[in-house]
């Protein structure tokens, strides 16, 4: 019998083991087992149970055989390993990564190496005082062996004082002087327990002679009538543990240990009075709609296109609700929860004790008891980032994808998975009604509502008829000629702030770039100081008084010289979002201001507190890049300023003018949410560019035009299937060798039916010591380009090129 099994490594290839029959008639597709695999042991997903052994073996090849089964139950559902199955075939992806995402964190079994020391090791280490046969490693090692008989081998290492592997090892093993043995560590997370105490059954009270501290614990576990946690206990009474450990001698109370619950909402209020809301007649219309998609209990994808401030929070809340209703659950994903615990919370308060959320912010412990609760059927609603898609739901009734044209979707390391679309191959599969949702659908989505391949449905009003904000361009050109030196506030800008200020109104200020300044540059030389690992310009920050690379964080002192040509004229070049708030306060120094970029939100909360904070009016400008933009609910901000528009506006990427209009209706949507109407400013050199119009008329269907007529005169999704071939490699040479290669090969089968742009120096060409080149596909069909795809990594196998370093990004999101 045999199992052909995916390894959670970057290989997109299978390997077939013999399989001992009593796990051969255990497992399942989706359960791991542990195996062999070039001289280690690994787990590996069974993808596949078969009698025969497989076809194309080559003759006299041994199979080597499974270890041992690692899960005793499968952790993942036919219905998920169809899925993962569908995202590494489409996306070119491992299996076994992709199946890993489908298991609880930190899942990935960790071996033990623990050397035992055999009769051999002995006689030899005794016949060595005259033979001097060991070497001194060798000597050391069975030493310490002989005092403990058995280590794990790093302890072996570090108690015989020096590094040592396997290798060192290799001769003791050959001559039976010790043994290896490969053994699996516990999990990395684990359920937490706790332990309690409670009073022991019938026990008269009264009756007993007890110390003082004593009696206290007596009487407040009796009014308790349960177990209550020691530690709680302990402190509450501030007594000492000796007290409790008396009365446990005595026979009068009983410990107990019980898992507890890591809960990543602790700290939010529970479920309040649910308060009934009116809808709005646009709610009650696609309400309409969408619970008859839901009662269908069959796949529907819709799209529902809602203006910022028109409710669709609320709408999605009535839907989970009725999902569950029908004895069904919910999945909502968000790009990331972090940026708004707002909602995580009205979830919470809306839905109580159902929902799961999971999110990169949280704890090991906290995600794996979420993945447990949702597993064993106690949540019913998750609400998570893209990861979360993988979730153990089933049953599932209803996926909604907020803010579905968020880049933050698509992953950009293997496997390149996109979250939406992968939302609706889960919905087909469960049955389910899909909901992608935005106020500026992605470009594609929008495509395929009007092609009717999604249901539409439309929210073009706020909430109590309140007005979409009004969006002026600021001309920065004519700001520059009156004033006559670059400023990074306009006159206009200043005036209005103030004004806000003064109404005791609050400012959201957009910069997208964090740091002080964004390069340095040297006069002398023209040289821009750039990162050694990246070819990128390193950004100052004030603060820590470094240059920081924002792409592998490198850091370095500020040089006072040109680390070229030894000039001193440095000079700092370029906004961010640091100089931004320093800036701000010299202007306004009676006002509040607080920032909230990724250096302000390094510890833990600090993210939530900032907007708390500001919430709650204890800010009055709150400055920061795309993190102030997302999704915030933030009542009596009255104005917000888009520093610098223009900047992505150039990137040499199709998607910068779609991205950009995201970018600048998000964080147009921010104002006027509350009683008063909101006002929003762009300051920009090209004041005439159509997206920056379109965004201040808030048309979202003009921009779709003309991006519509640009995708289709260049060739790019919908009107052609994408796929970007990278290498990447820290060898320059290596790096050009394997993408000539490999483009040479492509050329040839795609000859006459796609088009290919490069093989190229990626725009980023070295990031993170490694040089990249890229070479980008357009196939007319996704069919076609699959096929070429594939005959090219065969044949380039085949040829000897190293095919674990091209990386195959599918519908790619980002080419730079
Ligand atoms: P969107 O996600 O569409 O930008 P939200 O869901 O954040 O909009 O809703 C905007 C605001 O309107 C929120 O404060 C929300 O609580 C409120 N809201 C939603 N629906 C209603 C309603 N029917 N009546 C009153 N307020 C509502
Ligand atoms: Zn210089
Ligand atoms: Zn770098």
């Not at 070119?92 to 609880?104: I, K, T």
Request: glycine share 6%; charged share 25%.
């Amino acid at each position: 019998m045999f199992l052909e099994v995916a390894l959670p490594l970057p290989l997109l290839q299978t390997f077939t083991y013999r399989c001992p029959s009593d796990i051969f008639h255990q497992t399942q597709p989706g359960q791991r087992v542990l195996v062999p695999f070039r001289n280690q042991r690994v787990s590996g997903f069974v993808v596949k149970k078969t009698e025969q052994p497989p076809k194309d073996l080559p003759a006299n090849t041994t199979l080597k055989e499974v270890l041992e089964l690692i899960d005793p139950s499968n952790l993942v559902s036919a219905e998920l390993f169809q899925l993962a199955e569908w995202v590494s075939d489409y996306y070119f992806a491992s299996r076994g990564e992709v199946l890993r995402s489908c298991l609880p964190p930190k899942s990935n079994p960790k071996m033990h190496k623990i050397v035992m020391l055999l009769q051999g090791g002995l006689d030899a280490l005794e016949r060595d005082e005259q033979t001097a046969e060991l070497s001194l490693k060798e000597r050391q090692l069975l030493r310490v062996l002989g005092e403990h008989q058995a280590l794990e081998l790093k302890e072996l290492a570090q108690r015989a004082g020096f590094e040592a592997g396997e290798r060192d090892l290799r001769r003791l093993v050959s001559n039976q002087c010790v043994q290896i043995q490969h053994q699996l560590a516990e999990p990395a997370v684990t359920p937490r327990f706790q332990k309690s105490v409670a009073l022991r059954a019938h026990t008269a009270v009264e009756a007993l002679k007890l110390t003082g501290q004593q009696n206290k614990v007596v009487q407040s576990l009796k009014a308790r009538q349960g177990p209550m946690p020691v530690a709680a206990l302990l402190e509450e009474l501030s007594i000492s543990p000796s007290a409790l450990n008396s009365l446990h001698r005595r026979g009068l109370v009983v410990f107990s240990s019980e898992a507890v619950r890591r809960d990543p909402l602790r700290s939010v209020a529970a479920l309040s009075s649910s308060n009934e809301r009116t809808h709005t007649s646009e709610q009650v219309s696609v309400l309409k709609e969408l619970h008859e998609a839901l009662s269908s209990a069959s796949f529907v994808p819709a799209l529902l296109h809602g203006v910022t401030g028109s409710g669709k929070t609320e709408v999605y809340l009535c839907l989970i609700e009725a999902s569950l209703q029908r004895g069904r659950t919910a999945l909502m994903l968000m790009p990331e929860i972090g940026l708004t615990p707002r909602v995580a919370e009205e979830f919470r308060q809306r839905l109580g004790p159902d929902i799961a959320i999971l999110h990169s912010g949280l704890s090991d412990g906290e995600r794996f008891d979420e993945w447990w609760r949702i597993k064993r059927g106690e949540a019913r609603v998750v609400i998570g980032t893209r990861s979360a898609l993988f979730a153990p739901l089933e049953n599932l009734g209803l996926i909604v994808v907020d803010e579905e044209h968020d880049p933050s979707y698509k992953q950009q390391e293997s496997p390149r998975y996109h979250a939406r679309d992968t939302a609706l191959v889960r919905g087909k599969l469960a049955g389910a009604l899909v909901i992608l949702g935005s106020a500026t659908p992605a470009v594609e989505t929008f495509h395929n509502a009007r092609s009717g391949k999604y249901r539409y449905l439309r929210m073009k009003s706020r909430v109590q008829s309140r007005p979409l904000p009004e969006v002026t361009l600021v001309d920065m050109r004519e700001e520059f000629k009156t004033s006559g030196k670059p400023a990074v506030f306009s006159g206009t800008l200043q005036a209005q702030v103030a004004q806000r200020l003064e109404r005791k109104e609050q400012v959201l200020v957009l910069l997208n770039r964090r740091g002080f300044s964004a390069s340095v540059l040297c006069r002398s030389c023209g040289q821009n100081i750039q990162c050694r690992n990246c070819s990128i310009s390193l950004t100052f920050h004030r603060a820590a008084s470094r240059l920081v690379c924002h792409y592998c964080s490198y850091e370095q002192r500020v040089p006072k010289l040109c680390p070229r040509c030894s000039s001193e004229h440095l000079y700092f070049q370029g906004d961010g979002t640091e100089k931004v708030e320093a800036l701000l306060e010299k202007l306004f120094p009676k006002a509040r201001i607080a920032r909230l970029d990724r250096d302000t939100v390094q510890r833990k909360n600090a993210h939530a507190a900032i907007l708390r904070r500001f919430q709650n009016g204890e800010t009055d400008i709150l400055a920061g890049t795309q993190m102030i933009s997302k999704g915030h609910d933030f009542h009596n901000v009255t104005l917000a300023a888009i520093l610098s528009a223009d900047s992505s506006l150039s990137f040499p990427d199709f998607r910068c003018a779609e991205r950009t209009f995201h970018l600048l209706s998000q964080m147009s949507g921010r104002p006027g949410r509350g009683e008063l109407p909101g006002q929003v400013l762009i300051q920009t050199f090209h004041p005439e560019h159509y997206c920056l119009k379109l965004v201040a008329q808030h048309d979202y269907e003009g921009f779709f035009e003309k991006e519509i007529r640009f995708r289709k005169m260049m060739h790019y999704p919908p009107f052609t299937s994408l796929a970007n071939l990278l290498v990447r490699d820290r060898d320059l040479d290596k790096a050009a060798h394997l993408i000539n290669g490999i483009g040479k090969i492509v050329q040839k089968l795609a000859a006459g039916q796609m088009r290919l742009l490069g093989p190229a120096l990626s725009p980023l060409a070295k990031l993170k010591s490694e040089h990249r080149f890229q070479l980008l596909i357009k196939a007319r069909t996704r069919q076609q380009l699959r096929e070429v795809l594939k005959q090219s990594l065969r044949l380039a196998e085949e040829e000897g090129l190293e095919t674990s370093k091209i990386h195959v990004d599918i519908d790619p999101q980002n080419i730079m």
